[in-house]
């Protein structure tokens, strides 16, 4: 009996995620050693998604069991899905809005400042980038060189610099989103579906946090890590926790 179901899907990430371990593994592994040096230096770990979709993976790591409890997601409502979805593309192509973002949270010298976006050219993205190196914070960048590559230099919604964050960032992973984003096509349909993006960020936003903690482990340094609000005990654990970073990350 013929199976109906289509492997297409777990095919093209399961590929997509085993180019990023391939091909972007010393990047991914010196990101994370800088996210444990943070840890050792009791300084937060900044987040960003540029607009849209990749926002979305502040909210993957943020206060979630087995997420680092010094993550601070720099949250701007205006380019977040949450808001009317042709207003937030409008604001997601606004110059002065990422480095509005980085003044409001604190970004300082010798911070550390991971900034997603798939595409990895539109203003947010780029002025957040540029404005926490200006502020002699480290940026790591994870976004698509096949985005930058197929995208004309005078596309409207690139940064006016024209940059990439590739070429605004301290250290970058190549996520390898394909242009487009979309990766299925249905037989007797014209227009491709399934975007990949934001589960390729989310598989390399883990990535990063686990080798994050196994350097700490290996360093004999305690990383901050939630347990689970949902089981019993977890409140009590995370209460030390919360005492130290309330104060210090905006959303919680």
């Given at each position: ?212 903690v ?7 340094v ?6 689970s ?24």
């Amino acid at each position: 009996m013929k199976s109906n179901i289509d492997f297409r899907f777990l095919d093209t990430f399961n590929s997509l995620v085993k180019k990023v371990e391939h091909t972007e593994q010393n990047n991914l592994l010196k990101a994370a050693l800088r996210m444990a040096d943070a840890i050792e230096e009791d300084r937060l770990i900044y987040i960003f998604g540029g607009g849209g979709h990749t926002t979305l993976v502040m909210q993957e790591l943020f206060w979630r069991a087995g997420g680092l409890a010094n993550l601070c997601p720099m949250i701007d409502f205006a380019i977040h899905p949450v808001t009317p979805a042709y207003m937030y593309l409008s604001h997601e192509r606004m110059h002065g809005v990422g480095d509005a973002v980085v003044d409001y949270y604190g970004v300082n010298k010798g911070d550390l400042v991971l900034v997603f976006h798939s595409y990895g050219f539109n203003a947010p993205t780029i002025d957040c980038a540029m404005e926490a190196q200006k502020r002699g914070a480290e940026v790591v960048g994870i976004s698509s060189l096949d985005w930058n590559k197929n995208i004309p230099k005078d596309f409207p919604i690139r940064h006016k610099s024209g940059n990439h964050l590739s070429d605004v960032s301290d250290i970058f992973i190549n996520n390898y989103v394909p242009y487009g984003d979309t990766v299925i096509n249905v037989e007797n349909f014209d227009t491709p579906i399934t975007g990949v993006s934001s589960i390729v960020d989310f598989y390399i936003a883990h990535r990063l946090e686990m080798e994050c903690v196994k350097a700490c482990v290996n360093r004999g340094v305690e990383p901050p890590v939630w347990s689970s609000a949902n089981i019993p005990g977890g409140d009590a654990k995370n209460k030390a926790l919360r005492e130290k970073y309330n104060p210090r990350v905006k959303f919680l």
